[in-house]
């Protein structure tokens, strides 16, 4: 896995429980493998926004951005979030009915105990990062 070059970024993983942090780091290798194969995307910018680690097509401003977070709020989940005035997390629910678990139309959301439906979710990573080119 790459490292985390943005010192701001690593100290919220730091911060948050190793359990969730090992969860959080996996959807953030599955974001970045799944950029770097899709065409069009470039080169991901990862930064913090609302406090929590971000990943933007800075470069080629192909996508939305997508955020990754587990809040105390919610001490047993942690999701992968959208902005929410797209329709990615609608078209996310048309393509995946079934399989992913959602907040409203700004998140997917994983229980603690989850099997993270890694296929399906690379599929969302690559719709939310090729957003502004459909």
């Given at each position: 896995m790459s490292p985390i070059e943005n010192s701001d970024v690593a100290a919220v993983f730091e911060s948050y429980p190793p359990k969730f942090r090992h969860k959080l780091l996996a959807l953030r290798r599955l974001i970045?493998?799944?950029?770097?194969?899709?065409?069009g995307v470039g080169k991901i910018e990862e930064t913090l926004?609302?406090?929590?680690?971000?990943?933007?097509?800075?470069?080629?401003?192909?996508?939305?951005?997508i955020r990754i977070?587990?809040?105390?709020?919610r001490p047993t989940q942690y999701a992968m979030y959208f902005h929410?005035?797209?329709?990615?997390?609608?078209t996310f629910r048309e393509m995946f009915p079934d399989g992913l678990r959602?907040?409203?139309n700004r998140a997917i959301v994983f229980h603690e105990d989850d099997e993270v439906p890694t296929e399906q979710l690379s599929l969302c990573i690559e719709v939310a990062l090729r957003y502004h080119l459909s």
């Open positions: 970045l493998e799944t950029a770097k194969s899709t065409e926004k609302w406090g929590e680690p971000a990943y933007l097509t800075s470069e080629t401003k192909s996508g939305s951005t977070a587990w809040k105390r709020s929410c005035q797209t329709t990615l997390v609608e959602f907040d409203g």
